[in-house]
Nanobody, 122 residues
Framework: QVQLVESGGGLVQAGGSLRLSCAASGRTSSSAAMGWFRQAPGKEREFVAAITWNGARTYSADSVKGRFTISRDNAQNTVYLQMNSLKPEDTAVYFC???????????????WGQGTQVTVSS
Protein backbone atom coordinates (compact mmCIF):
# COMPACT_ATOMS: atom_id res chain seq x y z
CA GLN A 1 0.00 0.00 0.00
CA VAL A 2 1.23 3.49 -0.88
CA GLN A 3 -0.17 6.73 0.50
CA LEU A 4 0.32 9.97 -1.45
CA VAL A 5 -0.14 13.56 -0.26
CA GLU A 6 0.26 16.48 -2.67
CA SER A 7 1.13 20.05 -1.79
CA GLY A 8 2.31 23.22 -3.48
CA GLY A 9 -0.72 24.20 -5.50
CA GLY A 10 -2.05 27.72 -5.61
CA LEU A 11 -2.82 30.76 -7.72
CA VAL A 12 -0.19 32.11 -10.11
CA GLN A 13 -0.16 34.52 -13.02
CA ALA A 14 0.46 33.33 -16.55
CA GLY A 15 4.16 32.95 -17.19
CA GLY A 16 4.85 32.16 -13.55
CA SER A 17 6.12 29.03 -11.85
CA LEU A 18 5.01 26.58 -9.19
CA ARG A 19 6.53 23.45 -7.73
CA LEU A 20 4.25 20.67 -6.64
CA SER A 21 5.38 18.07 -4.13
CA CYS A 22 4.06 14.60 -3.47
CA ALA A 23 5.03 12.90 -0.24
CA ALA A 24 4.82 9.14 -0.47
CA SER A 25 4.63 6.67 2.39
CA GLY A 26 4.22 2.96 2.60
CA ARG A 27 6.37 -0.10 2.42
CA THR A 28 6.94 0.00 -1.34
CA SER A 29 6.83 3.75 -1.99
CA SER A 30 10.54 4.15 -2.73
CA SER A 31 10.46 1.43 -5.39
CA ALA A 32 7.35 2.66 -7.16
CA ALA A 33 7.17 4.55 -10.42
CA MET A 34 5.49 7.90 -9.86
CA GLY A 35 3.45 10.20 -12.01
CA TRP A 36 1.40 13.35 -12.19
CA PHE A 37 -2.01 13.75 -13.76
CA ARG A 38 -4.37 16.70 -13.98
CA GLN A 39 -8.08 17.27 -14.40
CA ALA A 40 -9.56 20.54 -15.55
CA PRO A 41 -13.23 21.40 -14.94
CA GLY A 42 -15.48 19.49 -17.32
CA LYS A 43 -12.60 17.48 -18.75
CA GLU A 44 -11.21 14.01 -18.25
CA ARG A 45 -8.15 13.39 -16.14
CA GLU A 46 -5.02 13.46 -18.30
CA PHE A 47 -1.45 12.30 -17.93
CA VAL A 48 1.22 14.95 -17.31
CA ALA A 49 4.52 13.29 -16.43
CA ALA A 50 6.06 10.12 -14.97
CA ILE A 51 9.36 8.98 -13.52
CA THR A 52 10.88 5.58 -12.82
CA TRP A 53 11.60 4.42 -9.29
CA ASN A 54 15.25 5.46 -9.50
CA GLY A 55 14.73 8.63 -11.54
CA ALA A 56 16.64 7.22 -14.51
CA ARG A 57 13.79 7.74 -16.96
CA THR A 58 11.08 10.35 -17.29
CA TYR A 59 8.22 10.82 -19.71
CA SER A 60 6.07 13.90 -20.24
CA ALA A 61 2.99 14.78 -22.19
CA ASP A 62 3.58 16.87 -25.30
CA SER A 63 1.53 19.70 -23.83
CA VAL A 64 4.02 20.26 -21.01
CA LYS A 65 7.35 19.29 -22.58
CA GLY A 66 9.93 22.00 -22.15
CA ARG A 67 7.89 23.65 -19.37
CA PHE A 68 7.33 20.99 -16.68
CA THR A 69 9.97 18.78 -15.08
CA ILE A 70 9.35 15.76 -12.90
CA SER A 71 11.96 14.64 -10.37
CA ARG A 72 12.19 12.64 -7.19
CA ASP A 73 14.19 12.41 -3.98
CA ASN A 74 13.95 8.88 -2.63
CA ALA A 75 15.72 9.84 0.57
CA GLN A 76 12.75 12.13 1.25
CA ASN A 77 10.18 9.84 -0.42
CA THR A 78 9.04 12.85 -2.40
CA VAL A 79 8.28 13.48 -6.05
CA TYR A 80 8.23 16.97 -7.51
CA LEU A 81 6.67 18.64 -10.50
CA GLN A 82 8.40 21.89 -11.41
CA MET A 83 6.05 23.92 -13.58
CA ASN A 84 7.42 26.90 -15.49
CA SER A 85 5.91 29.23 -18.08
CA LEU A 86 2.45 28.40 -16.80
CA LYS A 87 -0.55 29.07 -19.01
CA PRO A 88 -4.23 29.53 -18.14
CA GLU A 89 -4.93 26.17 -19.79
CA ASP A 90 -2.73 24.52 -17.15
CA THR A 91 -5.43 25.31 -14.59
CA ALA A 92 -6.55 22.01 -13.08
CA VAL A 93 -6.47 19.80 -10.04
CA TYR A 94 -3.14 18.00 -10.11
CA PHE A 95 -2.95 14.44 -8.82
CA CYS A 96 0.05 12.41 -7.79
CA UNK A 97 0.02 8.73 -8.71
CA UNK A 98 2.12 5.63 -8.10
CA UNK A 99 2.45 2.15 -9.49
CA UNK A 100 5.07 -0.61 -9.32
CA UNK A 101 5.41 -0.49 -13.13
CA UNK A 102 6.55 2.57 -15.08
CA UNK A 103 4.47 1.75 -18.14
CA UNK A 104 1.37 1.36 -16.00
CA UNK A 105 1.80 4.54 -13.96
CA UNK A 106 1.40 6.50 -17.18
CA UNK A 107 -2.00 5.05 -18.02
CA UNK A 108 -3.59 3.23 -15.08
CA UNK A 109 -1.79 3.80 -11.80
CA UNK A 110 -2.78 1.83 -8.74
CA UNK A 111 -2.44 4.57 -6.13
CA TRP A 112 -3.70 8.15 -6.17
CA GLY A 113 -3.36 11.23 -4.03
CA GLN A 114 -6.23 13.58 -3.23
CA GLY A 115 -5.08 16.33 -5.56
CA THR A 116 -3.99 19.95 -5.29
CA GLN A 117 -5.52 22.88 -7.14
CA VAL A 118 -3.43 24.93 -9.56
CA THR A 119 -5.00 28.07 -10.98
CA VAL A 120 -3.25 30.17 -13.60
CA SER A 121 -4.70 33.62 -14.20
CA SER A 122 -4.34 35.45 -17.49
Amino acid sequence: QVQLVESGGGLVQAGGSLRLSCAASGRTSSSAAMGWFRQAPGKEREFVAAITWNGARTYSADSVKGRFTISRDNAQNTVYLQMNSLKPEDTAVYFCAADPIFATVRVRPTYWGQGTQVTVSS
